[in-house]
């Protein structure tokens, strides 16, 4: 078992930063791939970026490649997404999750792959 709690959300202006956190608890959080999601009203979920149980390999959606930058921190059971040059389109709900699924290329993407979420928070990025 494991828990995720997102935090760091809130309003922000165009091309500001943010900085998320999630803080896992359980044994097991080097063993999981991490990965940020988010969803804005009306549309699916959508992949934003992973990283690897170890730290080694991080994935982005093209939306925020360049821009966002996943991290994981071990000893504080903690994984980061540093998100810069926000833009209007990048506002929704973001939730981190966890997978045990092995590390790929891609890695996994579909909501479907990961098994704890947490309960989101809320980015809004103004014009």
């Known amino acids: 078992q494991v828990q995720l709690v997102e935090s760091g959300g809130g309003l922000v202006q165009a091309g500001g930063s943010l900085r998320l956190s999630c803080a896992t608890s359980g044994r097991t959080f080097s063993s999981y791939v991490m990965g940020w999601f988010r969803q804005a009203p009306g549309k699916e979920r959508d992949f934003v970026a992973a990283?690897?149980?170890?730290?080694?390999?991080?994935y982005y959606a093209p939306s925020v490649k360049g821009r966002f930058t996943i991290s994981r921190d071990t000893a504080k059971n903690t994984v980061y997404l540093q998100m810069n040059s926000l833009k209007p389109e990048d506002t929704a709900v973001y939730y981190c999750?966890?997978?045990?699924?092995?590390?790929?290329?891609?890695?996994?993407?579909?909501?479907?792959?990961?098994?704890?979420w947490g309960q989101g928070t809320e980015v809004t990025v103004s014009s």
């Open positions: 990283i690897s149980a170890n730290g080694g390999s991080v």
């Open positions: 999750a966890a997978s045990i699924t092995g590390w790929d290329i891609p890695p996994p993407r579909n909501p479907l792959q990961y098994t704890y």
